[in-house]
C-alpha cells in the first residue's frame, strides 16, 4: 500500500471512531453509580455512563430535549437513566427519569408524546429496570399486597402506579415493556386515584397531542414538599419485605410550543398538581395550577428550554381550556 493510500486510511478509520463515539454519547442511556452496579444483573454496557458523585446532569442532557428539566446535582442516592428504543426503523428515546434509590421511586420522569407513540397494545413485562442495579430498586413483578381503608373503600389496595403509562407507548412494543420497569413505578391507593381521577387525567393528556407535532410531558411523584417537612406513610412490599414510602402527591407539567423557521415563537404550558389519596367523584382539572407553582413545590426547574422572552407568560398561565386551546 502506498504511502498516501495508507494517510487516506487512517484518517477515514480515526472518523470512524469518532463519529461512532458521538453516536453512543447522544443515544445512550445514562446511571449514576454505574461503577457499582452488579455485572451478573443484566445491564447495557453502551447504555450505562459513570460520573463522579459531585457531578451534575449539566453534560448528560440534550438542550433540545424540550421536556428535561434542568440539571441538578447528582448525589449518591441519584441515577439518571435515559432510555431508548427501536421505533420506526430507528434507535430512538423513549423517557428520562431520575431515581431516587433512597425512595425506591422516581423524582420525575420526561418524555415526548407523539400520535406514532399511542395505539391499542398491551405488554406487560413487570421487572426490574436494567440501567439500576436491583439492590436500588423493589421488586414489582406482583402487587404490593398492602392496603388500607379510605374515604370511600373500606379496603383500598396500593397498584403499582405508573409515571410514564403504559398508554403513551402502545403503539411501540419496545418502548411500551420499559414503562413496566420497577423505577417508573411508585405505590399508588388503586380505587379513586390509580383507577380514577389519575387515569382521568392521563387519558386527556393523551387528547392533548398537537397534530402533527409533540406533547411535551413531565410527571413527578412528591413525598415532602419542598422545603418542608411532612408526614409520609410507608408500606411493606411482600415481594420482596422492602419498605417504601408512599407518595403524598402526584404532578404533571405540559408543554406545547409553536414554530417558525425551526425556531419557538409560542409556547403554552400546563400543570397538575394532586394530593395522593381516594378522589372518587374528584375530576383531575380541579387540580390545574401553573408550571411555576410545580416548580415552587418541587425546587425543579422545569422546561427550561423555553426561550426566556416566553417564560414568564407561559408557565404562570393556571387554565387547562387555554392550554386546550394552544
Known amino acids: 500500500m502506498s504511502k498516501g493510500l ?8 480515526v472518523l470512524f471512531v469518532v463519529l461512532a463515539v458521538c453516536y453512543v454519547f447522544h443515544s445512550c442511556g445514562v446511571a449514576r453509580k454505574s461503577s457499582e452496579v452488579n455485572h451478573q444483573e443484566t445491564v447495557e454496557a453502551d447504555s450505562v455512563w459513570e460520573t463522579q458523585p459531585d457531578s451534575t446532569a ?22 439518571m437513566v435515559t432510555h431508548t428504543a427501536q421505533m420506526q426503523g430507528s434507535l430512538q428515546r423513549n423517557y428520562t427519569i431520575l431515581y431516587d434509590e433512597d425512595l425506591y421511586a422516581a423524582l420525575w420522569v420526561a418524555y415526548p408524546l407523539c400520535a406514532s407513540h399511542t395505539s391499542s397494545g398491551r405488554e406487560e413485562s ?29 379496603k383500598n389496595f396500593y397498584a403499582r402506579g405508573h409515571q410514564i403509562p403504559n398508554a403513551d407507548r402502545s403503539g411501540v412494543p419496545e418502548m411500551m415493556a420499559q414503562t413496566y420497569y420497577s423505577t417508573n ?25 398537537p397534530q402533527g407535532d409533540t406533547l411535551y410531558v413531565v410527571t413527578g411523584a412528591v413525598f415532602e414538599k419542598h422545603g418542608t417537612d411532612e408526614r409520609v406513610k410507608e408500606i411493606v412490599n411482600k415481594n420482596d419485605s422492602k419498605t417504601l414510602p408512599v407518595p403524598n402527591y402526584y404532578w404533571k407539567a405540559l408543554l406545547k410550543v409553536k414554530r417558525e423557521q425551526g425556531e419557538v415563537t409560542e409556547a403554552s404550558t400546563i ?19 401553573s408550571v411555576d407553582q410545580i416548580e415552587t413545590w418541587t425546587g425543579f426547574n422545569l422546561f427550561p428550554s423555553i ?10 398561565q393556571t387554565s387547562w381550556y387555554a392550554f386546550r386551546a394552544f
Open 185 to 209: 413505578m411508585t405505590p399508588q391507593i388503586q380505587n379513586g386515584f390509580n383507577g380514577g381521577v389519575w387515569a382521568k387525567l392521563e387519558e386527556a393528556v393523551r387528547m392533548e397531542i
Open 58 to 79: 449539566a453534560e448528560l442532557a440534550d438542550p433540545i430535549w424540550m421536556e428535561l428539566p434542568a440539571p441538578v446535582a447528582m448525589d449518591e442516592t441519584l441515577y
Open 6 to 13: 495508507k494517510i487516506i486510511f487512517t484518517l477515514l478509520l
Open 126 to 154: 413487570w421487572g426490574y429496570d436494567p440501567h439500576v442495579p436491583n439492590s436500588s430498586q423493589t421488586n414489582v413483578n406482583k402487587g404490593y399486597g398492602a392496603s388500607e381503608p379510605t374515604t370511600n373503600y373500606p
Open 271 to 289: 400543570g397538575f398538581w394532586l394530593p395522593h389519596g381516594d378522589l372518587k367523584g374528584h375530576s383531575y382539572s380541579d387540580y390545574s395550577v
Open 307 to 316: 426561550p426566556d422572552a416566553l417564560e414568564p407568560s407561559a408557565e404562570s
